[in-house]
């Protein structure tokens, strides 16, 4: 560069210098602008995520209460080099400002329950947590609000979570739990259970704070603890029968469920007592806890409860409603064959079903004729004879609606509305039936929501 002789080389050098400094600053500033569309598309992806939660679950005030759980626990303080690269993973923002990637907990939970960020801000104190409006339950801002939040972190005490529990759930006057627990449900009550898949509505969230307020207490506890809940379904499976009781313990202890096997025993007292309008419900209630077991956990417990069925040497409507819960809860076999099969194929497991359900709630053949009748007139196809009692055992359901869910979603809703006809035919429908016809569209693939009095609905 200093040679005179080759026309100074020294301002090339100097004009490549110059160049690459100035790519490196577009280089710095498209990085910078390319950062913050990413940020903001993020941010315009939460919103998004929130407003498919919601629609999805149909259930606002779950998705803002979880929010505001999160607001609860204060800012996320990510100091650690490179926290932006995965601040994308975070429920909350991990990085602050112009670069992040999630919107602020107060906009996010005030476009959920529609109002404005401002009202919501006031509310979230890092620390406490304030109900959202929009569930029912605890009061915003509540002493029960800060009850409940504190149970999340106390341990293994099981008084302290049902003192919780039993905080969160606003008391109902006397008329509406006693409505609740009427022994009967009419044709208007199953028709709008069935109606009503996939939809939380109020009354049935109604419905559920009844059966809390209706369990005694250690029972609700037992039921919301993956081990505890064990005890309670073995407690419903123990026979009246003080000998067969023991029998059925002593095959629980042989499956190596031996502190299950006693809990069962204390709790047995209580659930003996519970009318039978809460027995399926309960059971229902145990299902969420279960599924936090895992699967070496959760196996021998679906071999005693096999065992307790078979105990008494007779399966009952009750059991076989309880079994097929649990088979559909942990049972995926069977899953990719569904959907496929057209009715015709399935002609004959139509009749056992509408057959069994018919009988079950028939005084004689007459009336199970007629409410055999009428689910083939719900269902459009022509009746064939009425299978005779003793040909509609519980096993032979068991086969029918493993072939009936094989249907397509088409005729699936077909037999749907017949069953829910053959059912209802006489006007009122006992609270076995309607364990029954649960059980069985539940087996269809359609959960249905427990039937309503029509009083409560």
């Known amino acids: 560069s200093g040679s005179r002789g080759k026309g100074g080389g020294g301002g090339v050098i100097v004009a490549l210098m110059l160049a690459g400094v ?11 602008f390319g950062r913050l569309m990413q940020a903001a598309v993020s941010r315009q992806r939460e919103f998004l995520a929130d407003a498919s939660a919601v629609q999805f679950t149909r259930n606002p005030g779950g998705i803002s209460n979880a929010l505001r759980r999160i607001a609860a626990m204060g800012p996320n303080r990510m100091e650690r080099e490179g926290a932006s690269e995965f601040s994308h993973m975070f429920f909350s923002s991990a990085v602050q400002a112009f670069f992040a990637t999630h919107p602020p907990l107060p906009e996010r939970i005030a476009r959920i329950e529609r109002r404005t960020a401002d009202q919501v801000a006031a509310e979230l104190v890092p620390g406490r947590f304030a109900m959202s409006p929009l569930a029912p339950g605890v009061d915003a801002g509540s002493p029960d609000g800060d009850a409940l939040s504190r149970s999340a972190g106390e341990g293994d005490d099981a008084d302290a979570r049902g003192a919780a529990r039993r905080a969160a759930t606003v008391p109902m ?4 739990v006693g409505a ?12 709008h259970a069935a109606k009503s898949m996939g939809e939380i509505e109020p009354k049935s969230i109604d419905f559920a704070r009844s059966v809390r307020a209706r369990l005694p ?21 123990l026979s009246d029968d003080d000998s067969v009781a023991a029998a059925q313990i002593d095959a629980v202890r042989r499956h190596g469920l031996g502190e299950v096997a006693e809990l069962a025993t204390r709790l047995l007292q209580p659930v003996r007592s519970l009318p039978r309008d809460l027995r399926i419900p309960l059971v229902d209630l145990c299902v969420p806890a279960l599924r936090r077991l895992s699967p070496s956990q959760m196996a021998p417990m679906l071999d ?4 307790l069925i078979a105990a008494d040497r007779q399966l009952d409507l009750f059991e076989w409603s309880l079994r097929t819960i649990l088979r559909r809860a942990f049972d995926s076999g069977g899953a990719e064959q569904r959907g496929t099969m057209r009715i015709s194929l399935a002609l004959p497991s139509l009749a056992q079903l509408l057959g069994t359900l018919a009988w079950s709630g028939a005084r004689d053949e007459a009336q199970a004729a007629a409410a055999f ?13 009425l299978p005779a009692r003793k040909d509609c055992t519980l096993e032979a359901l068991d086969g029918a609606v493993k072939m009936l869910s094989r249907l397509r979603p088409q005729d699936r809703d077909r037999v749907i509305a017949a069953a829910v006809e053959c059912v209802t035919s006489d006007e009122v429908v006992t609270v076995t039936e309607s364990e029954v016809l649960r059980a069985a569209i539940a087996s269809l693939g359609a959960p249905m929501p427990p039937a309503l009095p029509v009083a409560a609905q």
């Open 373 to 385: 009748m009428s689910g083939y007139i719900a269902s459009g196809i022509p009746a064939p004879r």
């Open 22 to 32: 100035g790519l490196i600053i577009i280089g710095w500033i498209g990085q910078l």
């Open 173 to 176: 006057s006397s008329p509406l």
């Open 180 to 191: 609740f627990a009427a022994p009967t449900r009419e044709r208007a009550g199953i028709r």
């Open 217 to 237: 207490t250690g029972v609700l506890a037992a039921a919301h603890e993956p081990y505890d809940a064990r005890a309670v379904i073995v407690a419903l499976l």
């Open 304 to 307: 005693a409860v096999r065992a």
